[in-house]
């Protein structure tokens, strides 16, 4: 082994080997880092921006539904439960200008149910108890 290490052509290639694929290694590892880093903010923040927009396309979804909710939690009382056909006109109005909603129902204190279009007939019970508001 001694006599491998005496030879200068050996000494020098791995001297050569030594000076060049040490820094070269270094290079890689240091390069290898920072692309993992970097890879892993840009998909960090895909995923953060994908989550904004999948909010904001369910709050454009859903917001306007609980704004017409409102409208009718607040113009519906009492008195016009007494008038099913105004409230099932409005109501088949409602469902015809949304096509997304397949039907809108309230339930009365007496117990009733009013649903446009009806697809509640003959499947539940005449008489419901609603919860209270």
């Known amino acids: 082994m001694r006599i491998f290490f005496q030879n200068f052509k050996v000494r020098l290639a791995l001297a050569f080997v030594g000076l060049?694929?040490?820094?070269?290694?270094?290079?890689?590892?240091?390069?290898?880092?920072?692309?993992?880093?970097?890879?892993?903010?840009e998909i960090i923040n895909a995923a953060v921006e994908?989550?904004?927009?999948?909010?904001?396309?369910?709050?454009?979804?859903?917001q306007p539904k609980i704004n017409d909710m409102n409208y009718f939690a607040e113009t519906i009382t009492a008195q016009s439960n007494e008038d099913q056909s105004m409230?099932?006109?409005?109501?088949?109005?409602?469902?015809k200008l949304h096509p997304e909603v397949v039907s809108v129902y309230i339930g009365t204190i007496d117990g009733e149910t009013i649903q446009e279009p009806n697809l509640l007939e003959g499947v539940v019970p005449?008489?419901?108890?609603?919860?209270?508001k």
Not at 87 to 95: I, P
């Open 20 to 41: 060049l694929l040490i820094p070269a290694l270094i290079v890689a590892i240091l390069a290898y880092h920072s692309a993992k880093d970097s890879i892993k903010n």
């Open 50 to 62: 994908n989550t904004k927009l999948l909010d904001g396309i369910i709050d454009s979804t859903i």
């Open 87 to 95: 409230l099932r006109k409005s109501f088949t109005q409602y469902v």
């Open 126 to 132: 005449a008489k419901l108890t609603p919860p209270a």
